[in-house]
């Protein structure tokens, strides 16, 4: 079957263009703050003409003061300059702290969307691709893009606002000067390009290696028992310090390539205004022009160039931050196809009969896992599922709750297809215990709870003794409040097996899906669990899988299953009694030495 989720636009995938990008960004997150980004730009629009003021007021001090002589001036422009550099210093505190709002509130929204849409994703999604990948494109990823928004986008409106408030003035006081001095524009274009390309392209591999890195992090960490058990942390440094490496060198390079645009346009800067200053400074000797008007131009021209290197700047710093920008917006496009259907019924399971009719299901497309699959579990009747490794157990039971769709065939409840039915409420009607045990870095109660936030004390105490984990769960310091750590690593494996059974007897869901439930469970333990799960079970419809054959003995029905389809069926002792494939499997288990692990 592949990934469940799939591509909505090609565009976004390969090589989106920074327009695309840039106006997706605006358009779906900024455009609920548009009133504050219209504040924002007022603000950056009185920084730009107090910008302009300050170089226009050099041509009456020069004129007034220091070519007249005239002393009255001095007052008046002093006052006139402490005015100017106030209202640019207010200005630019509005403007900085409303667009690091807008940038915030933009990136936090982000963060939320593209939460809420992963969490919908289909399970095959999450198979297919590492945890630290998602955690990477999540964390780094939307960092990235903050710059983009408080940072390069902001500063593109301003210094653009600046830079034509200086050009107008420029051509105001001289438009012949201003001429020669822009004749360095065009040149700079091209390579300002070429670099922005460059910069998206190694931000891109950048964001890779990082995520590589942000993998094997999570692995190393999670795994840490092992890499010491098998003294492997020599080989862990190595590989860990190598991807920190490439990072560096990638970085370095990176550094270069944005760098390469500061040399350039010093280089033309400096050319303009050594041609103005030859320019201006004979038109000043010979007379033809004032040195009043002469220096506000040069001063105009010198702040001019500061927002234009900026500007040049920022479409590197801009293609880097959109690189991230492609790989969240990668994961955004993506399309679940496990979803409700328009006419999705609300699950009423009453009774909870479940049938698998010629069902078909590959993951991949390529390699079937179930093949014309036919089996039937009546409602309120335990039935197992036994087989070797790989025949399709596990799938069978992934796909009750639709976990994935079928390829071919239909799995119903009460006569009704899964898929006619409302995906939550489907769920909300299906209990799981895994044999791989989730519990969160939470308190006991917070995880035999969840699913079922609004149980009480008293049922989340009854539920635990149910599961026998209750005598345990007293003995801890904190009781139920314990925290368990990360994957319940504070706890025994037995008490986290425990913890999950609870889980499901607090939901007290019709159906009962048990993957080894008691695979982790102490011989005492397990017999305590085994009483609780015969007295829920009662009534309820239970699928079990179990590779310890005695813990299935007393199922209604046995289903042996071989590359995804049924072998054998019945109960223990008919299928004992006729050299079954059941048979074969008990007295290959049953004549091993026991081994069974603590």
């Known amino acids: 079957m592949g990934h469940s989720l799939t591509k909505k636009k090609k565009i976004s995938f390969r090589d989106p263009t920074t327009r695309f990008l840039v106006k997706r960004l605006l358009t779906d997150y900024a455009r609920p703050y ?23 007021l050099i041509e009456p001090i020069i004129n007034d003061i220091f070519v007249a002589k005239d002393a009255n001036m001095i007052l008046p422009l002093t006052l006139g300059i402490c005015i100017v550099f106030l209202l640019k210093g207010l200005a630019t505190y509005a403007e900085s702290v409303t667009m690091t709002y807008v940038g915030q509130r933009i990136i936090a929204d982000l963060q939320a969307h593209l939460f809420n849409h992963l969490i919908e994703g289909d399970l095959a999604f999450y198979h297919a691709t590492p945890s630290g990948e998602i955690v990477s494109r999540f964390m780094n990823d939307v960092t990235k893009l903050h710059s983009a928004v408080t940072g390069t986008l902001t500063n593109i409106g301003k210094d653009s606002l600046m830079l034509s408030g200086f050009i107008g003035f420029m051509f105001y006081q001289d438009w012949f000067m201003a001429s020669i001095s822009f004749f360095v524009v065009p040149i700079a274009i091209l390579p300002v390009v070429k670099i922005g390309k460059k910069m998206r392209k190694a931000s891109a591999n950048i964001q890779k290696e990082t995520a590589t890195l942000t993998i094997l992090l999570t692995q190393a960490f999670q795994g840490i028992r092992l890499i010491k058990s098998y003294c492997m942390e020599k080989y862990e440094r190595h590989k860990i310090h190598e991807t920190i490496e490439e990072i560096c060198r990638k970085n370095l390079k990176a550094v270069r390539v944005r760098a390469a645009s500061h040399p350039i346009m010093e280089f033309l800067g400096g050319l303009a205004i050594a041609i103005v200053v030859i320019y201006g400074g004979h038109a000043v000797v010979q007379g033809q022009q004032n040195p009043g008007t002469f220096f506000s131009f040069i001063t105009a021209l010198l702040m001019m160039y500061e927002p234009l290197k900026r500007l040049a700047n920022l479409n590197a710093n801009l293609q880097d931050q959109l690189a991230s920008a492609s790989r969240v917006f990668e994961f955004l496009d993506l399309k679940p196809k496990v979803i409700d259907l328009p006419q ?255």
């Open 344 to 598: 999705a019924k609300m699950a009423q399971i009453t009774k909870g009969k479940i049938r698998f009719n010629n069902v078909n299901f590959s993951y991949n497309r390529e390699s079937p896992i179930l093949n014309f699959l036919t089996l039937e579990i009546p409602a309120g009747k335990t039935v197992a599922l036994v087989g070797t490794s790989g025949a399709g157990k596990s799938t069978i039971m992934n796909l009750i709750p639709r976990f994935y769709d079928v390829t071919e065939g239909e799995i119903t409840i009460d006569g009704i297809d899964v898929r006619q039915l409302n995906l939550a409420s489907l769920r909300q009607n299906i209990a799981l215990v895994s044999q791989d045990v989730i519990l969160f870095d939470d308190t006991i109660r917070k995880n035999i709870e969840f699913g079922y936030p609004c149980a009480s004390e008293n049922a989340i105490i009854e539920a635990a003794k149910a599961a026998a984990a209750h005598e345990f769960i007293i003995e801890l310091p904190q009781g139920y409040d314990t925290q368990v750590g990360e994957h319940g690593v504070r706890l025994s494996g037995g008490q986290r097996q425990r913890l999950s059974i609870a889980r499901a007897i607090l939901k007290n869901a019709p159906v009962l899906l048990l993957d080894e439930p008691t695979s982790a469970l102490d011989a005492e333990s397990e017999q305590k669990v085994k009483l609780a799960l015969t007295t829920l079970m009662k009534g309820r419809t239970t699928l079990i899988i179990a590779h310890r054959l005695a813990t299935v003995m007393n199922a209604d029905i046995i289903y042996v299953i071989e590359n995804g389809q049924v072998v054998d069926a019945g109960k223990h002792q008919d299928l004992i009694t006729n050299n079954s494939r059941y048979a074969q499997l008990c007295k290959a288990q049953f004549t091993e030495p026991n081994t069974r692990e603590e």
């Open 34 to 56: 548009i009133a504050r980004i219209c504040l924002g730009l007022l603000a950056m629009l009185i920084v730009a003409a107090t910008s302009v003021s300050s170089a226009k």
